[in-house]
Structure formats: structure tokens, C-alpha cells
């Protein structure tokens, strides 16, 4: 009877892990056992976390592309070599306190180089066959120097690997703002996006200094009770708006999802605190009361008034451009009643006209006073006396 390999998931050290193929179903693996796996170079040493239809459906989710399942896969999952030995296990402890020591000599290197980056962990693995160095640094570095003198010092295949911050936290470990040690080093092997965003549908405060974590980003706890917060503020009324209750039209100022309770404040009244399924019960009374709260629509601006025809303007013969056009609240009442006079022959000529580069004001002054001077010589012409030498 021929059975088919079982999917298995190993961890390493700090938050590594991989996916790999044991084909004795007949002796299963249980978890936190030893094996020893199949790697780049040689074998390494890890821990079984996962089994069966548990590690199948995390290899799928993980990679993306797993070939757990595929006729023909394009990388098969390598397998299982066999169990680990106390021997094994013996030479895994002593491999990782070694490299505690191994991580100091390559800092000294580091500064022999004067490059910017901080080395964060060291990890040897089981056969010794590859040295991988995890390190964070701000900018590109080019360390080609360094893992030549790295590899003429340990004699082995030097791999420098850059992480993140977050990463770094998961791998060299703390205690966290509730007194326990970090989630990601210690259950939470995946780790999510946590954004702004989460904070502010939890109404925290967004003080970086207290929703950040050790590593300086945002809280991975953050994202544990999102979904709780966001389904409990459905059942209450947003902030903000306001609600005809048995008082009044009020404002919603805040909610208490865990007591259940509603902060409001009216226009002229004190704020009030009741409970959800009071203002539930004085919402449904008011509306069969009266119609729903609807926003007041401005008033229509008034239509401006046509433009007033001068009748004088329109009708009179002798009447020029520039004074019908002339707004009828600047016209002089002379204008208006007096009866035309005819033009006089050297009115024409006259230098003292109407300038139209004037403002309306002066202009109109002019006006009235050319017609003034018009009747004064109509008058000296009918009773013969001679003007002045100033044209009076």
C-alpha cells in the first residue's frame, strides 16, 4: 500500500521557516520534534510546527504558488532527511551559542570597514556549510569588501541578509508596554500591516509614542480587536450628528461601546448621557411625533432689477450719448426738468466738454456747469449785453 507524503512545516531560529515533504506517514513527526532537513548546502536543523492538512493549507497561503497538490510541480518541496538525534540536538545547542560570539567579531569587521549598517543576529547553520548575518541600515551598502574578509575569516559561505526593524524585534526579542514579552517572537509568526487607520476607528490616542511598539512602529495588537470595534460602533449613531429626541434636535458628542451609552448636548440645554436603548426608544416616539430633521435650504437670492430707461434720454432730440448713459442717481435735477436749449454755434467748439476718460462724477459736474454757461449767453445774447473777458 503505497501512501503519499505529508506536508510538513519546520521553524528555524527567530522567525525563519520552511515547508517540507516526510515520507514515512508511517512513523509520523509530532510537533517540536527535531529533524533534520535538506538545505541550500549541506542540512540544517528546525522544529516541526505544523502537520498534515494544517502545514498543506499555510504552504498554499504563504508562498502563493505551492506545490502541495500539483501533477507536475515546478519546485517540489524538498523532504524531511530523518528525525534529529540527542546527538543532532546536542550540536544545535552548541552551534547557537556560538554565534553570540560570531556576531562581535563581525561588528569589529564591520568598523574596520567604516560601513553604516548595524548588525542585528548571526545564525550558523547545522552542518556550518553557510554563515547568514541579518543587518538593518538606512541606505544601500556595499559590503563586497566585507564578505570576502567574512569568508577568508570563518572558512565558510558568507550570506548578509538586510532586514527591518520589525524584524529585527521579532528575531532579537523584548518585553513589550503590557509587560510581556513581544508577540512576534513568541506566537505571532505573521507579521500583518498595521496602519493609522486602526488606531483612529479604535479612538486612541495617536501620540506616536504611545500606540509604537519597541520597534518604533505601530502596535501589532492594534489589529486584535479592529474588527470588534468597527461591528459595536454600527449599532450607535455617528458622532456629530444630530437626532430629534424627546428633548429636542441634539447633537451625538461621543459613544461608550462598552457601557452602551450616548453622550448628547442640545442648543441651549446641558449635555445629557443615556443610555443606547433609551435614545432607541425616544428616537422611534419622535418620528412618529413629527417629520425627520432636514437641512434648511437657503433663500434665493433676489433677481437684480432691470435697468431704468431715462425717458428724457430716450426721447429727447438734442439729448448726447454720454448723458443718457449716464446712471440715473448721478443725473443733476436741472437735467431733468429744464426744457432743452438750442446749441448755440460755438457751443461746439467749446474746449470745456465733457471729458470721457473723467470719472462719472467730475464728469457730470462739468456737464451741469457747460449748461449753465449756455443759458447765461442765451440770455446776454437776447438782451444785448457783451460777456466779460472771462467768456461771462
Known sequence: MITAAQTVEVRFKGTRKGYY???????????????????????????????????????????????????????PLRTVVRRATQEDIRSANDVRKSEED??????????????????????????????????TAEKRVDFRTLVRDLATLFRTRIE???IGVRDEAARLTGVGRCGREYCCSTW????????????????L????????GGCGRLLCCLKYEHEFYVASRKRFPKEGKALRTAAGIEKVVAVDIFRERVYLRGEGQPSRIISLV?????????????????????????SSPAPRVDPAGASGPRST??????????????????????????????PAGPDPAAPDGPREERRTGNRRRRRRRGRRRGSGEQPGPGGE
Not at 510546527?49 to 502541495?68: N, P
Not at 490616542?205 to 509604537?212: A, T, V
Not at 433609551?278 to 433676489?302: H, V
Open 160 to 162: 548578509l541578509r538586510q
Open 188 to 203: 505571532l509568526k505573521e507579521l500583518s500591516p498595521v496602519n493609522l487607520g486602526l488606531a483612529k476607528d479604535q479612538h
Open 102 to 135: 560570531v556576531r562581535r567579531k563581525v561588528m569589529e569587521r564591520v568598523r574596520h570597514h567604516e560601513l553604516l549598517m548595524k548588525v542585528s543576529d548571526t545564525e550558523w547553520q547545522w552542518d556550518r556549510a553557510r554563515l547568514t548575518i541579518y543587518f
Open 278 to 302: 433609551q435614545l432607541r426608544e425616544e428616537l422611534e416616539s419622535a418620528e412618529l411625533a413629527g417629520p425627520p430633521i432636514t437641512a434648511a435650504r437657503p433663500a434665493a437670492r433676489p
Open 21 to 75: 515533504l516526510w515520507n514515512s506517514p508511517q512513523d509520523p513527526l509530532r510537533i517540536t520534534d527535531g529533524v533534520i532537513v535538506e538545505a541550500d548546502r549541506g542540512h540544517d536543523f528546525g522544529r516541526v510546527s505544523a502537520i498534515g492538512e494544517a502545514a498543506a493549507k499555510k504552504c498554499g497561503s504563504a508562498c502563493g504558488g505551492c506545490a502541495v497538490g500539483r501533477e507536475e510541480p515546478a519546485e
Open 321 to 350: 450719448p454720454a448723458a443718457s448713459a449716464a446712471p440715473p442717481s448721478s443725473r443733476s435735477p436741472d437735467a431733468s426738468a429744464a426744457p432743452a436749449a438750442p446749441l448755440p454755434a460755438d457751443a461746439a467748439a467749446d
Open 205 to 212: 490616542s495617536l501620540n506616536p509614542s504611545q500606540i509604537s
